[in-house]
């Protein structure tokens, strides 16, 4: 593996990282995120997740349709902010329904 293919977008190494340079099971085609506690998915999984992160987008700039005064109308900022906040969480809560990020072991639990 050159240096080149051994470290991420923007220069970051591999090292370190979860799942790094290792394959996914049989079934499998996608690594989970170098994140703790995040699992390979099926190309079920992340096209799934794909099509909420374009729905999400969608609905978010319908959002953006509504802040500061738009046409002229006095619309409510704080429940404009109110409304993106809480559809960013639910699109985060669908997703992770899909990925089902798992809990990780600490380094006291060892002992």
Request: no cysteine; proline share 8%.
């Amino acid at each position: 593996m050159t240096e080149k293919d051994s470290a991420l977008p923007f220069g970051f190494p591999l090292e370190g990282i979860p799942l790094a340079g290792k394959l996914p099971s049989p079934g499998v085609k996608h690594l989970g995120l170098p994140v703790a506690g995040y699992q390979a998915q099926s190309d079920e999984n992340v096209a799934l997740v794909n099509q909420n992160k374009e729905l999400e987008e969608r609905v978010l700039r319908q959002v953006d349709r509504h802040v500061r005064n738009r046409d002229s109308r006095e619309i409510d900022q704080r429940m404009v902010a109110l409304a993106r906040t809480k559809l960013q969480e639910a699109f985060m809560w669908l997703n992770r329904a899909v990925f089902q990020p798992k809990r990780i072991p600490l380094p006291e639990d060892a002992k």
